[in-house]
């Protein structure tokens, strides 16, 4: 029987097993070193591996990511953490113009084995700077992959496929999950790339979910279930590699599609699974997909206007409901 | 006021926001709030209580903004990081160095317009690790820029001491080749800050180009919040003893009384009416409405072109010729 | 009858106007006040208008555009202009955490007519870090105005709208459109944002074509038009806002759609222009829809790949002539 | 080989991809050339055949890479300014300042693993503009990298002025407070120009950390391309006569000369066997097929992970339980 840990300490879990896995891992970040260590996610690391190797970085975020790639070179591993998504913006040339090009731009001959943890804030007057979750731009970019796992089964084996990996990725990790537990081998194991997962089967309705929209979406099958409508809740994992195959099995079977995507709707990622099923001629679409998304604003601080602007199990059950009606 | 809100701020768990305590750093924003006027600009950091105080904002519209109410400076959009006041020309946000180069931006429209007023932007010591403050500071000197920059050398970057990140602790030497003349000082001596501030002001203000000014201070808080983040073991007990012992605001009274220019009366009589007006500010922030409409739209775009609907002609395209090739780049 | 310009020639006169009608517009850039002037766009302008009011600008991408933010608090309406989009990336803090939230953010008491141009380089080997086109991540973001002109006349129009507008706004301009002549009438004009134009009346088939690919767009539907193919050619020439309706309407009548972007396919433009038709009940979509864009790839430099790389004309009448197939 | 170059540009237009000439500024990688070894990294801006040079890199590779060739040194995906030759560890890229960070990181990696070898970025004083420059200064006088930064300051960034972006000229000056040590000369005496090099290069690579060495050079050429850019009227006339008087190549020559180190007939053998060389090299770009197959994702992905097959098991996850609450934030 496995132990059951929270998402934050199947990070750090994951971490640890990488550190001591091989030398050629390396942390950096912003106060990583430290007993709070990126909300648990890296406490204690620094004593065991030595403080060189889990690195406090000064606020330049742009040289980190650079960097990174740089000792990439050199053949390290290395691990960056962003407390908030919002500050690794100041690396989005990094990002950009030189990490997720780097092999197509050397013919192949050189891979930069970066990963980038990047959390996002949620609640709890987070506001506009401290909230963003931009999953869909790195989607966007070639070169890159991007997992936004849901649970700490994935977070653990995505973090360790990330690592020893040759690509560079993004990890998404939603605060809110932080805290959730599950049954987590100890191991260190790995979770695929592009491999979406079925966390529900259901016959009427396809329901997929990003990161952390999942849990609300199991909440909505649920409550669904209730009321004799059975959803299926299919997971993505990583939308950097998408496992379009599998969305679109699961929607050739209900005939129904429901996105619940945990960003702004408009150009989000909900789009582009949105399109992917429309432009496929075997999807079987049985009536217009539907998105469940944050509203096209900014984050509101005031928690009244937070409620108003996060969509939670209810939307997303009304959701299903709506286009199983339209049918 | 920050003892006060820290009081607050549990207990009924209504200040649901970040909040970036200023609780040993007084001194600057207290001199500021004396020297800068109403055309002038002020951009805040993360810390922005003692600026938004500095720039003479309304202090209820801060705490109804930090209760997320209707009535806050920002509508309780912002938050305590992210609070400004537009008519006050005070803004404020949470991303290091973003505002210190909107504030360079500022100057270089008041330079371009030959307007009265000059560009301040105060920030920690963790900001100049950025890259973008380097660009602001370049251009301010390059083009002689009407701004002061003012740095609250606290040495912590939340739990990273500066010399961890910066080989040394000097910012005010390093700006200076770029142009940019400079003075640091100790920080918590508030007549000196006052006056080292005032020259600077002035020096700014009479078209003598950029200053820095590089107060060193210290934060009795935690790095944000009122929990202790002792348990991280980043600063010695002694270092903080040292900075208490010479709390900005002991040393002010302790002058003043020496030259006997307050009695005790008269600080008992201002803290009575600063505690008043603190109840009133808490007062009016409860008695506030949280806003309710979501109008998500409206929010971020705004819905009217009152200078576009003056000088644009309404035109329609004819029709476009698309065979043409298109343009050479050749070789670049 | 109205002068026959180029593009670049239009983006010229739009910004010369604009200095003219108001003391608050500035140009701001690298290399404005040159005689060169950023592809003809500005030669001129300085020695015309005052190298304080068109200045160059250090190579500082990120200061540019927060200190255009600044400049525009004390009354002023900067033009900012970027000789490739991809020099831009340094500035996606200024444009991400301030410029797109300060609406918001300050509760609508402080706007920021903001104006940046972003030109997007193409062919002649301009490789991997000189030709990306990021519209789609400008469109995701919330209090941000994407404009994606074609034409001359919208180039003009367009950035005088933006210019005299209330909020900020991004301009891509096709490097290949430059050249490009049209009739423009000599008046100082607004094209207006979120109103797309029917290029072409069409029966059989919609295609909505963005910026510079609204000329092959065209010319594929000529060709088809001599297989007896009555296409209808929709340019947005803004994708933020969408117009939304107008694609509907089109669709709606059409029943088939074929969208042609100038970027990468996965979570692009098209995904979104897909996903709001197929969203909406009232679309009757009779074939899955089509996208047709540059492969998920950076950009190769060799002439030999460029021209697999980017789609023509043929590649979009081929689209569209399978969308009919399968219906 | 730059002069070779321009002659075939544009008759054929064959190579087509944005090049920016170094002619007039060989001295910096000429010096370079002599001092690096193989375990050293190399980072070049733009500006790259110099520094593709310096790090040895095959000659040839560099001609097919700009024909847009299979058998260049990127496979014809890169051109002249993102050309990189992984094997010779030197990487170049048309963004400024980026591979100055990159350069950062590859110390930092060497150092860390305690390897030989040392890292080298070489670029403009226009670089020096971007904020991210200064990161990587910052940095590596913090960690005391083991880098050596090379500016070629030729005073323009394209057509604009050093002194229109920057309040003086001398970048060499502003690092060293940020514990960078530097030194600034004359660009165009090779032998100075080694003399020099040759001490940072010692320096740093004894573990003495950072260096800055900033080279007062000119370019001859337009900004990129062989077309004359001066239209632009960016520089005066006696400006580019005067370099030129003080071309690097005549300079050394003339020295040589002096000192009877060549004659005549040494030289004469020299260019011929240079020529020759440029000769093969354009014969083997010409010779060479293009690229021809797409495979566009196997070009921008890995397909194998060897590291995490060797390391990783395979686990199947077991129920997630949904109805946990989520992690609260309080307060921050
Ligand atoms: C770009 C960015 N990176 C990281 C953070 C997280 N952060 C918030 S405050 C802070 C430390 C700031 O230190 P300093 O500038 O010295 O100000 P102080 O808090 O000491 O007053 C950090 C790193 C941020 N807000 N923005
Ligand atoms: C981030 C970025 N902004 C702008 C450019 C466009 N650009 C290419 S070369 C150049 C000038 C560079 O000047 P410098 O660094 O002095 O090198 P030099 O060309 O003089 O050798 C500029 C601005 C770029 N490549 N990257
Ligand atoms: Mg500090
Ligand atoms: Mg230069």
């Given at each position: 029987?496995?132990?059951?840990i929270s ?6 879990e994951?971490t640890?097993q990488a550190?001591?896995l ?13 007993p ?15 403080a060189d190797r889990v690195q406090?970085?000064?606020v330049?975020?742009n ?5 990174a790639l740089?000792?990439?070179l ?5 691990v960056?953490c ?8 100041y ?17 192949g001959k050189?891979g930069?084995?970066?990963?980038i ?6 609640g ?9 979750s931009?999953?869909?731009?790195f ?8 997992a936004m796992?849901?649970t700490?089964?994935?977070?653990k084996?995505?973090l360790l496929?990330s ?5 560079p990725?993004i ?14 081998p ?6 695929r790339?592009?491999?979406a997962?079925i966390r529900?089967?259901?016959r009427?309705?396809t329901?997929?979910?990003l ?16 009321e004799?409508?059975?959803v299926?809740v ?6 950097s ?5 599998a969305i ?6 209900t005939?129904?599609?429901?996105v ?13 699974i949105?399109?992917a099923?429309?432009e496929?001629p075997?999807s079987?679409?049985?009536?217009p997909?539907?998105r469940?998304n944050f509203p096209?604003s900014h984050?509101p ?12 199990e209810?939307?997303?059950a009304?959701a299903v ?5 339209k049918? | ?6 009081a607050?701020?549990h207990p ?5 926001c ?8 007084e001194a600057?924003p207290?001199?500021?709030s004396?020297?800068l006027k109403?055309?002038d600009?002020?951009?805040?950091h993360?810390?922005?209580h003692?600026y ?10 801060l705490f109804?903004?930090?209760?997320g109410?209707?009535?806050?400076a920002?509508?309780?959009l912002?938050?305590s ?5 537009t ?7 949470a991303i ?5 180069c909107i ?10 317009q030959?307007?009265k007023?000059i560009?301040v932007a105060?920030?920690?010591e963790?900001?100049t690790?950025?890259g973008?403050?380097w660009?602001a ?7 002689s820029l009407?701004?002061?920059?003012v740095?609250e050398?606290?040495?912590y ?8 990140r ?9 700006v ?11 920080g918590n001596?508030a007549?000196?800050?006052?006056k ?5 002001v002035?020096?700014?203000r ?5 200053m ?5 201070t210290?934060?009795?808080?935690s790095?944000?919040g ?5 348990f ?9 003893d040292?900075w ?14 020496k ?6 009366g008269?600080?008992s009589q ?7 007006e603190?109840?009133e500010?808490f007062?009016f ?8 409409e ?5 929010r971020?775009?705004?819905n009217?072109?009152?200078?576009a609907?003056?000088l644009l002609?309404e035109?329609?395209s004819?029709?476009?010729n ?5 343009a050479?780049l050749?070789?670049?």
């Amino acid at each position: 029987m496995n132990r059951s840990i929270s998402y934050a300490e199947a990070i750090r879990e994951a971490t640890d097993q990488a550190l001591g896995l091989s030398d050629q891992v390396i942390v950096l970040g912003q106060l990583v070193d430290t007993p709070s260590g990126i909300f648990g996610t890296t406490t204690g690391l620094a004593e065991k591996h030595g403080a060189d190797r889990v690195q406090d970085y000064p606020v330049s975020e742009n040289l980190m990511t650079a960097a990174a790639l740089g000792a990439a070179l050199t053949g390290l591993r290395p691990v960056v953490c962003h407390q908030r998504l919002d500050f690794m913006i100041y690396s989005m040339d990094a990002i950009t113009n030189w990490l997720a090009l780097w092999r197509f731009k050397s013919n192949g001959k050189s891979g930069v084995p970066v990963t980038i943890r990047a959390i996002v804030g949620k609640g709890w007057g987070q506001g506009p700077q401290h909230s963003k979750s931009l999953h869909a731009w790195f989607a966007h970019l070639p070169g890159l992959r991007v997992a936004m796992p849901a649970t700490a089964f994935d977070a653990k084996g995505l973090l360790l496929e990330s690592i020893f990996g040759e690509d560079p990725t993004i990890i998404i990790e939603g605060r809110g999950l932080f805290s959730m537990k599950e049954e987590v081998p100890e191991k260190p194991y790995r979770v695929r790339f592009g491999k979406a997962l079925i966390r529900r089967v259901g016959r009427d309705a396809t329901l997929v979910a990003l990161g952390s929209m999942v849990p609300p979406a199991m909440r909505a099958a649920e409550i669904l279930a209730q009321e004799g409508i059975s959803v299926e809740v299919i997971d993505p994992r990583t939308i950097s590699p998408l496992d379009r195959p599998a969305i679109l099995e699961s929607v050739s079977k209900t005939g129904h599609l429901v996105v619940a995507e945990p960003g702004w709707q408009s150009f989000g990622a909900a789009a582009e699974i949105i399109a992917a099923v429309a432009e496929n001629p075997a999807s079987g679409l049985k009536s217009p997909p539907v998105r469940v998304n944050f509203p096209d604003s900014h984050t509101p601080m005031s928690m009244a206007l937070e409620k108003l602007y996060y969509p939670g199990e209810q939307e997303i059950a009304e959701a299903v409901r709506g286009t199983l009606k339209k049918s | 006021m920050e003892e006060a809100l820290i009081a607050q701020y549990h207990p009924a768990d209504e200040m649901r926001c970040p909040i970036h305590f200023c609780i040993g750093q007084e001194a600057v924003p207290a001199a500021l709030s004396l020297l800068l006027k109403p055309e002038d600009y002020l951009f805040s950091h993360h810390r922005t209580h003692g600026y938004y105080f500095a720039k003479g904002a309304p202090l209820r519209e801060l705490f109804a903004e930090i209760y997320g109410r209707a009535t806050g400076a920002n509508g309780g959009l912002a938050g305590s990081q992210d609070i400004s006041h537009t008519e006050s020309r005070f803004f404020g946000g949470a991303i290091l160095a973003g505002a210190v180069c909107i504030a360079a931006g500022a100057a270089f429209g008041l330079q371009h317009q030959k307007a009265k007023g000059i560009s301040v932007a105060g920030f920690g010591e963790g900001a100049t690790d950025e890259g973008a403050f380097w660009e602001a500071v370049n251009h301010a000197g390059a083009k002689s820029l009407p701004i002061l920059f003012v740095v609250e050398n606290n040495r912590y970057a939340t739990f990273s001491d500066q010399l961890k990140r910066q080989q040394t602790d000097n910012i005010a030497e390093r700006v200076a080749p770029f142009g940019v003349k400079s003075q640091s000082l100790f920080g918590n001596d508030a007549p000196l800050v006052w006056k080292t501030l005032s020259q600077a002001v002035n020096s700014v203000r009479n078209g003598s180009g950029p200053m820095l000014v590089e107060a060193y201070t210290y934060r009795w808080n935690s790095h944000v919040g009122p929990e202790d983040d002792g348990f991280n073991k980043y600063r010695p007990q002694r270092e903080i003893d040292f900075w208490k012992r010479n709390c900005p605001i002991s040393l002010l009274r302790q002058k003043l009384e020496k030259l006997d220019w307050i009695d005790n009366g008269e600080v008992s009589q201002m803290e009575s009416e600063i505690a008043g007006e603190i109840a009133e500010c808490f007062a009016f922030a409860k008695a506030s409405p949280f806003p309710s409409e979501a109008n998500w739209h409206s929010r971020n775009f705004s819905n009217a072109t009152p200078v576009a609907d003056a000088l644009l002609a309404e035109e329609e395209s004819t029709d476009f010729n698309p065979s043409q090739g298109e343009a050479k780049l050749a070789p670049y």
